[in-house]
């Protein structure tokens, strides 16, 4: 069984990097958009077998998606102990391969889903699409699920390929750019103005004064 994992961060503490230039309804707005942008692209994927999501409520966003599960979690402790509680769930349930991706790729296609999941791959492997900066995390796809724990944060693609090394999982870097493309800083949300698209996240984006003035 091949699962898409979404690990949900509580909107109002999300994206506090951008604090200093949205104020905290802003950022929860932006944190709904980019949701809603992943999940219509994860939503028209046709390779995965199941998608869920890891949050510690249920979002209303998702409970249109009658076939979609949610684990509801307690207590947030951080997103590496988020999706690894998952994918050890998920294992027990029969997963065989289990692909994260954050909440914050708006421009996420369905082809970027199928392309992941549809990879021939060893019986431990793992696949990584990185961060623009080329030192993040965005995809990650293990197969088992619990080839390796989870290294979110700051330089988790270099932490990622040290745990794949240290438990001998054959691990994969690819570019796919609109994965890679997340939205962190101020500054990504400056050049994610400047592109062409249609997403939810940039009409949300239009009318927050503090970008008003790029634009």
């Known amino acids: 069984m091949k699962v898409v994992l979404l690990p949900l961060k509580d909107p109002v503490h999300a994206k506090q990097r951008l604090a200093g ?24 994927a046709i390779t995965p077998d199941q998608v869920v999501v890891v949050t510690r409520g249920h979002p209303g966003l998702l409970t249109e998606q009658s076939s ?21 769930l998920l294992q027990q349930r029969g997963a065989s391969v289990v692909l994260r991706l954050p909440t914050d790729i708006p421009l996420l296609e369905p082809e970027d889903v199928d392309v992941l999941l549809n990879l021939e791959l060893g019986a431990r492997s793992a696949v990584i699409i990185p961060s623009r900066d080329g ?46 493309f997340d939205l962190d800083e101020f500054s990504d ?10 997403t939810r996240t940039a009409q949300v984006l239009k009318h927050f004064d503090s970008l008003k003035q790029h634009s």
Not at 189 to 198: D, G, I, P, Y
């Open 135 to 180: 030192r993040g995390t965005n995809a990650l796809l293990r197969t088992p699920p619990d080839a390796f724990p989870s290294r979110f944060g700051e330089n988790s693609l270099a932490l990622h390929q040290e745990e794949a090394r240290r438990r001998r999982v054959e691990l994969k870097v690819l570019e796919n750019p609109r994965i890679a």
């Open 21 to 44: 230039h949205l104020t905290s309804k802003e950022r929860q707005e932006l944190v709904w958009a980019m949701l809603e942008d992943v999940t219509r692209a994860v939503r028209a």
């Open 68 to 88: 979609w599960q949610v684990i509801e979690e307690n207590q947030q402790i951080s997103e590496s102990h988020s999706v690894d509680h998952a994918c050890r």
């Open 189 to 198: 949300l400056l050049r994610f103005m400047q592109l062409e698209n249609e």
